[in-house]
């Protein structure tokens, strides 16, 4: 049943797209309408807000991960279990 | 009702349960042992029902209180949790033929109730340590060389913190006498330090928290799942209970949500992805406790007990695909939707409870550690608190479940023929069915908190802000899918300071010390040493020949010469000169002594 729906919905990858699209939208324009009592913050007053922050959040979060990993802390994934494999080796590279 | 249940004084504790059953399971087979594995956990849950406020189980030894059983709403809430948990892990792990994974796991789940009623630090230390050995044990039954290691590893940074914790018990127990566990009292700083660093060490605050994804990334499936619940939980249990208010912790909790966020951002493993989520989650924990106000020691522990149900969910769906795909990595994974749906669906539950998404669990505990920053003026770290929850979303939500089921078209191996076993689907429908209800029904968990609970999730505001916030997160990851494509590479994380730091010292040794010895130290020996010692025994010797050898040499030449003067006299060698001798000896005598007689 489960795997019925998943395909339907990736046949039709365009009416989700859309569907989706659709609920972004409205969700900046429901915003308009939401009674407020006890604003804390911006995100409180000003309608959309917190969509914004949402997605400025997802792109730092990914863009600062990512740099921080290519800068300082990737390394393959065999690192340690080469070094487990040969201690006296010290490190791999 | 839930009043009415824990009046009067009966008291039996929960933990004995687990452990007479850990004690029994090895001797049972088949359809019995089935229904003791569930049978136990179930019983255990309904005595937490009825257990009466107050202390129980009292004893002294050396003049020390100990106290088994103190009972009240804070150490009900966690125990509740414990148990419930227990019944759907056993339930996961029953399948099993290997019983000792179960014999660990309830020695474990005992362990960790065993912390919760604590009432003082002795008992404490004792839950707290059987804690640490029971759950290694369910990292070294997954039996590879890696878990091994993790393990080994596990054991060493949790005997740290053990240590730690019994420094500042001792140290507490000799400025005030008194080993009851309550709030921290003042005047102890070191010994408040010391025992917060064995509760943040257990609770995996950086740069303590190394250990997590470690041991989590290399333990049994069913291993991890159980692993998942109770260690953080009960270390955030005893720092509510201990460190309630201290602001310290907020900080900590605050960067801790972040940085399992980013760490997450780098991983391809499954497993330690979800890890680094648990640190994250227990940010919040952390920081509520920190907070302090019974908003946020509410919202602490609420979010203990919602997690505790969607993080075990999330543990359980993908440990069912590396049960049955023997794969844990992003980079080796996808394309699974057809073959194990229903384990999708039920990760996905996990995945929106986790992000908070109205109508899930953990919308109903997060927004009360959050609303407990916004009401205490942190607007820091509420905003903070609130980024963390996108990259939660971001990750849990989106990451998992897309690598793992789609992102390709079919898997990069065999496919499955079946999904993951009956027992482990329904112990996941469980977890499901409870992140659901306590999202639509938050009363249920509100009920059991600490404090009387004057908080409402569910009004417009919220329910848009939280959509807004989660659904922009999605329309950002899907437009930069590109960049989080997995690859097979590993972020370095504290642990390169003891697992690399340690091969470097070792290297270290070989090289430098050795090196000095080689050069320096054996130089060194032939510059200096040698021909100091010669000219020693250059000095020794003519000393020996000179002065030792002229003096003994002297007097036995002097001797020699006063003998051969003397001998004439002394010994003549005829009979008439020794009597002549004689008679002239006693002739000057006997004058001598007439001489005397006369005057």
């Known amino acids: 049943m489960i795997v019925r729906i998943i395909a339907w919905l990736r046949g039709h990858m365009f009416f989700v797209k859309i569907v989706c699209i659709a609920v972004l939208i409205g969700l900046i324009v429901g915003d308009l309408f939401v009674p407020r009592h006890h604003p804390h913050f911006l995100g409180d007053i000003i309608p959309g807000f917190w969509a914004g922050f949402g997605f400025i959040a997802c792109v730092l979060i990914i863009i600062i991960s990512k740099w921080l990993g290519t800068a300082f802390l990737f390394r393959p994934d065999t690192y340690y279990s080469a070094n487990d494999a040969k201690p006296s080796e010290g490190e791999m590279k | 009702m839930i009043e009415s249940l824990h009046a009067g004084s009966f008291f039996f504790h929960p933990a004995l349960l687990f452990f007479l059953g850990a004690c029994i399971l090895p001797f049972i087979k088949g359809w019995v042992r089935n229904v003791f594995i569930i049978a136990v956990p179930l019983l255990s849950l309904a005595l937490v029902m009825v257990l009466s406020y107050g202390t129980h189980w009292q004893v002294q030894i050396a003049g020390v209180d100990i106290t088994f059983g103190r009972v009240d709403r804070l150490s009900l809430v966690f125990a509740h949790i414990f148990c419930l948990m227990s019944v759907i892990g056993s339930l996961y792990g029953m399948h099993l033929k290997d019983n000792w994974q179960h014999v660990a796991a309830w020695g474990y789940v005992g362990s960790a109730i065993g912390c919760t009623f604590a009432g003082d630090y002795l008992s404490l230390f004792l839950f707290w340590e059987g804690l640490m050995i029971t759950s290694v044990c369910l990292v070294w039954l997954r039996g590879t060389e890696e878990s091994l290691r993790a393990g080994y590893r596990y054991v060493l940074v949790h005997t740290f913190g053990g240590l730690c914790l019994l420094a500042g018990i001792f140290i507490l127990y000799f400025k005030t006498g008194d080993l009851s566990f309550g709030p921290m009292v003042e005047g102890v700083p070191v010994a408040a330090w010391l025992i917060m660093i064995g509760f943040l060490l257990n609770a995996a605050v950086p740069p303590l928290h190394a250990w997590l994804p470690d041991a989590y990334g290399s333990a049994t499936v069913v291993g991890s799942v159980f692993m998942c619940a109770y260690t953080t939980k009960t270390a955030v249990y005893t720092l509510a209970r201990a460190f309630a208010g201290y602001d310290i912790l907020i900080p900590l909790g605050v960067a801790m949500a972040l940085y399992g966020v980013v760490y997450a951002v780098l991983e391809n493993d499954t497993r330690r992805l979800l890890s680094y989520h648990i640190i994250s989650q227990v940010g919040y924990m952390v920081a509520g406790v920190g907070i302090g106000t019974e908003m946020a020691i509410n919202g602490a522990c609420a979010h203990a007990y919602a997690h505790i149900l969607y993080k075990s969910l999330l543990f359980m769906g993908v440990g ?232 003994v040499d002297g007097s036995a030449d002097r001797v020699l010469r006063l003998s051969r003067y003397l001998r004439p006299f002394a010994q003549p060698g005829s009979l008439s000169k020794y009597l002549a001798g004689m008679l002239t000896f006693l002739a000057t005598t006997v004058l001598a002594a007439v001489t005397l007689a006369l005057y």
């Open chain 2, 320 to 551: 069912s695909v590396v049960a049955v795909t023997g794969r844990s990595k992003f980079s080796e994974l996808g394309g699974l939707w057809k073959y194990m749906p229903w384990t999708f669906v039920f990760t996905l539950i996990g995945g929106l409870s986790i992000s908070a998404f109205p109508f899930f669990s953990g919308f109903v505990s997060k927004s009360m550690v959050i609303a407990g920053a916004w009401q205490d003026h942190l607007m820091w770290a509420g905003l903070l608190l609130t980024l963390a929850s996108a990259g939660t979303f971001l990750h849990t939500g989106l990451k998992v479940p897309y690598f793992i089921w789609f992102n390709r078209e079919e898997p990069p191996f065999t496919p499955p023929k079946s999904e993951a076993p009956w027992n482990m689907l329904a112990a996941m429908a469980i977890a499901a069915y409870f992140c659901i209800m306590l999202g639509c029904n938050p009363n249920f968990l509100y009920s059991m908190l600490p404090y009387p609970v004057d908080y409402h999730p569910y009004t417009a505001a919220h329910v848009m802000e939280s959509y807004q916030i989660l659904l922009f997160t999605m329309l950002g990851f899907f437009l930069l899918l590109g960049k989080l494509k997995p690859k097979a590479l590993i972020g370095l994380d504290i642990d390169w300071f003891y697992r690399k730091g340690s091969v470097k010292f070792m290297a270290f040794c070989r090289n430098v010390p050795a090196a000095i010895d080689n050069t320096f130290i054996t130089n060194l020996h032939k510059t200096v040493a040698l021909p100091l010692l010669r000219f020693c025994s250059r000095m020794s010797s003519w000393h020996d020949t000179k002065v030792v050898d002229g003096f």
